[in-house]
């Protein structure tokens, strides 16, 4: 889609240029292929951290969660400022092609570091490491990410585009993340002689840092470098007010206090706390309740890459259909019964055992089940994800109309605030919840109570029932559709339009 770009409006960036280049399926990709530095940071938090730090390292399950937890409320102190300088940097690369472009070493080199620890250190120290790690990588990674996040509401105002946009994004986080997951079980974390459980293979970790790291690196350029032909088009700032701090705290607050961001924020609050909890235990659960081996669970991994697929075809189809909140708040409760129905049906005795296998083929009956229920899962919550951070996206407009500024930085980067925070909350919860079941830590899958291990499902799915059921809740208040928003760019159309005749009136 091309757009036309109203003469002085505060959307259109330098308008001598006239229409922006077409945002074809080349940019999208390009745009979205960043994405893949968020997607691996992203599992590697929630998907190993927690295991690696507790079972590998040997710390205390509950300290190790405390302290990702305590990092992540510090980190997100920066965020709001990074969102804030992103919007209002001036620069002939414009305001957030610097900031990608400067994100890409440090975020290598910090997450490098977290996979590989010194050795010989006692407790305490192992424990602030991590903490000052994990802060530096979240802070890195969101000079990227914000920006980059940003720049989904500028590449396009329209209503159905947005989700096509914001679908690359998620597919490439997604198959970033996920086929680096699936070489760490099927590639790095094998059973050794000095590793025979290959959960716990330190060597594999390690090396799982150095290619994450090349991958995030290369991720970040390619994206900043196939979005770069953009920058003149893409809004600038506004003119410098001279703002002191007290007055620029004030601009953010009535900027952050809009309803509908109000409305997404507290969504994404009560999502992110179930989605830490959840991804941190999703190993626990796969080695220990369904005492799968790490092949057979990489093999469940497997099922992302069509859920993500699959979801970034539908969540478009579904926004010219049915509306982004209606259709994204029916897929996520939608995602979570489904997500639930294995633990439920094992737990009442109508699931096979996990011994039990297919034939004489070697292949437990469970896992065709799990990956058929996975897949499903993942379309609906990952088509869900998108069409939420697509209203997040329409918010921009609605909040300059308001205003008279546009704050995409700044929102995005509060929205990565709130959810890291409450993330590594999830982290400190499903610590928690391990602790309260009183799960030992370095046991071989066999050495678990059989009590212990269905308790952990017992507390599991009621916490994520309540998360996400108060998620939902906040989502009904929500009141942008596609018809206000396109009443809206209309409004600021014609305000721009007016704003530049009142400047060429007065040209002599």
Known sequence: MTEAVAPGSAMSGLTALGPRPRIGLGTKALYGFGSIAFGIKDNGFRV????????????????VAIAIGVATFVDCLIDPWIGQLS???????????????????????????????????????????????????????????????????????????????????YFFAWWGGLTLTVIMFFVFLQPTAEYPIGQLNRDGYALYGYVGAGLMFVSILVSAAGTHRFIPWLPQPAPDRGLTFVQTLKEMGSTLSIRPFLVITGVGLFAAVAQGVSFSLAFYFSTYFWELSSTWTGVLVLDSYISS?????????????????????????????IGFLPLVLRLIGFFPDNGDMIGDTGIPQIVPWLFLDGVVRGILGITAAILITAMLADVVEYSEERTGRRNEGLFFAFTSLVQKAVSGIGVMVAGLILTIVAFPMGAKPSEVPQEVVTNLALVYIPVIMVLYGAALGVMTFYNITRESHQETLRTLAAKAQAAEDVVTSQIP
Do not use: C
């Open 48 to 63: 190993f951290l927690l295991l690696f730090y507790n079972q590998v390292i040997g710390l205390p399950a509950s300290t």
């Open 87 to 169: 919007d209002n940097l001036r620069s002939r690369w414009g305001r957030r092609h610097p900031f990608m472009y400067g994100s890409a070493i440090p975020v290598a080199l910090s997450f490098l570091l977290l996979w590989n620890p010194p050795t010989g250190w006692s407790d305490p120290a192992l424990i602030a490491y991590l903490a000052v790690v994990v802060v530096v990588v979240r802070t890195f990674i969101v000079l990227y990410e914000i920006p980059s996040s940003a720049m989904s509401a500028e590449l396009s105002t329209d209503y159905n585009e947005r989700s096509a946009i914001l679908g690359w994004r």
């Open 309 to 337: 697929a699959v979801a970034l075809i539908a969540a478009p189809m579904l926004t010219k259909r049915s509306g982004k909140k209606k259709a994204g708040a029916v897929l996520l409760a939608a995602s979570v019964v």
